[in-house]
Every structure is written in C-alpha cells, then in structure tokens.
C-alpha cells in the first residue's frame, strides 16, 4: 500500500483519538460526580496530553492510483471491524466457538483481505463454504438415519444431519453477516472520518459494496421457513443474555454477595440452559407440525 495513503488514515485515526480525549477532558472537568477529578485544570490536563494530529488529513490524493490505495485500506479497514465484530459475538456467547457457523465468517474475512483492492468479497467467501440450495435427496436420507441408533446418541451429529441444522446454520451465517456490516458502517466513517469531497466518495463506495453483500445475505434468509428465522434470532439472545449471568454471578462473587458455593450452585443451572440450547431437537422449541410444514415448503415433497 501507499506510505502516503496510510499516512492519511492514521492522521485522521489520530485525529479521532484526539478528538475523544478533548470530549472527555471537558465532560470530566465539568463533573463533579468523581471527587478525585474535581477541580482539575482542563488546560494542565492537556497540556499533558500528547498532539496526535499529524500528517496530511486535510490533503487529497495527489492521483487516481492514490485514491484507489485509501479505497483498498479502506475495504481492509472495514473487513477488521468485521472480523472482531465476529469476535466479539463470540466472546458474549452468541456464536460459540464450536460451531462451524463461527469458523466459516472468520475465514470469509481473511480470505476478502486478500482482495481488497478489487471490492468487498467476503459474501462469496462464505457462499463457496455453504450449500446455499435446500438438501437433495441424498442429504435428506442422511438426515432420516442421524434419527437412529448410534447416530441418534450423538447430538452434534444429529444437529448437523437434520433439516432442521441445515437451516439453522444459514440462519446464523445470514443474521450475523448482516449486524458485522451494519455495525462496521457505522464505526468505520465514525472513526475514519466522512468529510471532504474524496473520503465521501470513498465512504460511499464501500458502503454501497457492504450493501449489496448484506442483500445477497437477505436473499439466502428469504429462502428459509419465517420460524427458523424466528428460532436463530431467540437463540442468539438466549445465548447472549445466559452469556451476561454468568459474568453476573461472577462480579456478585467478587463484590462479596454471594459465596463460592452459591456461585457456582447458580452457575450450573446458566450451564446446563447453554447446553440445552446446543443440544435440544429444534421441534422441542418449534411445535413438530410447524416444524413439518415448514420443511415441506422448505424442502419440497420427498
């Protein structure tokens, strides 16, 4: 890449960072609410504070190949919000790390990476990793013999082998996908900046990019059955909010609220609902007929 064009994203990063501390310094200074910031200078504090606004922010590319190396840092810029988007999503608990949901959107990053210079591409990495049509006929007699012995005694298989998982599986590449790009278009501008006549086109180029991705992502839930949808999305929250009683039992145990024993007596119970959710047959959560009219809809006849 460009020296000259890094240079300019990280003075317009430095320029946000500093731009945060100002904020903060002032919101301090005129609170009163924390007695050991309470009367401080707001000139000596930044006067301790170091200048990050260099290079050139306000310059604009001196030509075309110029522009293309900050739209290429650019697409690479908003492919790492993405990326840690997915991380974070695993780290609360909504998408474990043991489910190949999680692996295939962390590869699709890496491999768009690769072609930043050339658009956003990490949809097609992640269309190349998952049968995006129903399951065939042969798919759905596998699906019918992971319903018995010894098959049957292995949950993992049986979720992967039913209609049921092979639904569910798209549903969280798809809702996923979806939040990672909104998310990223609003932070990336945020921190990057949007003003001036080349960032704003830059900004709306690769905005348009993430779109049609997430369309192409909408398209595939499009073609789901409405209460797997539904199913993916009280999942994801489940998991989420059981992710955030864990961490509070664990604070309560720190602050002295609760014993050990009590913890861990609570903790369990956060445990074995995680499990469940992992384990459970889609139709203990989904009555069995809808769970069938969907799949006849879904699937078509066998």
Same mark, same amino acid.
């Given at each position: 890449?460009?020296?000259?064009?890094?240079?300019?994203?990280?003075?317009?990063?430095?320029?946000?960072?500093?731009?945060?501390?100002?904020?903060?310094?002032?919101?301090?200074?005129?609170?009163?609410?924390?007695?050991?910031?309470?009367?401080?200078?707001?000139?000596?504090?930044?006067?301790?504070?170091?200048?990050?606004?260099?290079?050139?922010?306000?310059?604009?590319p001196d030509s075309d190949s110029e522009e293309q190396a900050l739209i290429s840092i650019y697409r690479e810029?908003?492919?790492?919000?993405?990326?840690?988007?997915?991380?974070?999503?695993?780290?609360?608990?909504?998408?474990?790390?043991?489910?190949?949901?999680?692996?295939?959107?962390?590869?699709?990053?890496?491999?768009?990476?690769?072609?930043?210079?050339?658009?956003?591409?990490?949809?097609?990495?992640?269309?190349?990793?998952?049968? *995006?049509?129903?399951?065939?006929? !042969?798919?759905?007699?596998?699906?019918? @013999? +992971? #319903?018995? =012995?010894?098959?049957?005694? $292995?949950?993992?298989?049986?979720?992967?082998?039913?209609?049921?998982?092979?639904?569910?599986?798209?549903?969280?590449?798809?809702?996923?996908?979806?939040?990672?790009?909104?998310?990223?278009?609003?932070?990336?501008?945020?921190?990057?900046?949007?003003?001036?006549?080349?960032?704003?086109?830059?900004?709306?180029?690769?905005?348009?990019?993430?779109?049609?991705?997430?369309?192409?992502?909408?398209?595939?839930?499009?073609?789901?059955?409405?209460?797997?949808?539904?199913?993916?999305?009280?999942? *994801?929250?489940?998991?989420?909010? !059981?992710?955030?009683?864990?961490?509070? @039992? +664990? #604070?309560? =145990?720190?602050?002295?609220? $609760?014993?050990?024993?009590?913890a861990s007596h609570m903790e369990h119970q956060v445990l074995e609902a995680q499990r469940h959710i992992v384990?459970?047959?889609?139709?203990?959560?989904?009555?069995?007929?809808?769970?069938?009219?969907?799949?006849?809809?879904?699937?078509?006849?066998?």
């Amino acid at each position: 890449r460009s020296s000259r064009a890094r240079e300019e994203v990280l003075s317009r990063l430095a320029q946000h960072v500093a731009a945060k501390a100002s904020e903060a310094c002032e919101r301090e200074c005129a609170s009163a609410a924390d007695i050991r910031f309470r009367g401080a200078n707001r000139e000596l504090v930044r006067a301790m504070l170091p200048d990050l606004k260099a290079g050139m922010a306000d310059d604009e590319p001196d030509s075309d190949s110029e522009e293309q190396a900050l739209i290429s840092i650019y697409r690479e810029t908003w492919l790492r919000v993405v990326q840690q988007h997915y991380w974070a999503a695993i780290d609360q608990g909504i998408l474990p790390r043991t489910l190949e949901v999680a692996r295939i959107l962390l590869n699709s990053t890496d491999i768009a990476l690769e072609s930043s210079d050339t658009g956003l591409r990490d949809w097609e990495a992640v269309a190349r990793e998952v049968h *995006m049509r129903p399951p065939g006929p !042969l798919w759905r007699t596998i699906c019918a @013999l +992971a #319903e018995y =012995r010894p098959l049957c005694w $292995l949950p993992d298989i049986r979720s992967t082998c039913s209609e049921e998982g092979w639904a569910m599986q798209k549903v969280y590449i798809a809702l996923s996908f979806q939040e990672a790009h909104v998310h990223a278009e609003s932070a990336v501008p945020e921190h990057m900046g949007s003003s001036g006549r080349w960032n704003d086109g830059i900004t709306q180029q690769v905005c348009r990019e993430s779109c049609e991705q997430r369309a192409r992502a909408a398209e595939l839930l499009e073609q789901i059955p409405k209460r797997f949808v539904e199913l993916g999305k009280s999942e *994801m929250l489940a998991r989420k909010l !059981l992710h955030t009683q864990r961490e509070s @039992l +664990a #604070e309560l =145990r720190e602050q002295g609220f $609760l014993t050990a024993s009590e913890a861990s007596h609570m903790e369990h119970q956060v445990l074995e609902a995680q499990r469940h959710i992992v384990n459970a047959p889609k139709d203990s959560w989904v009555p069995r007929h809808e769970v069938d009219s969907d799949s006849r809809l879904f699937l078509g006849p066998s």
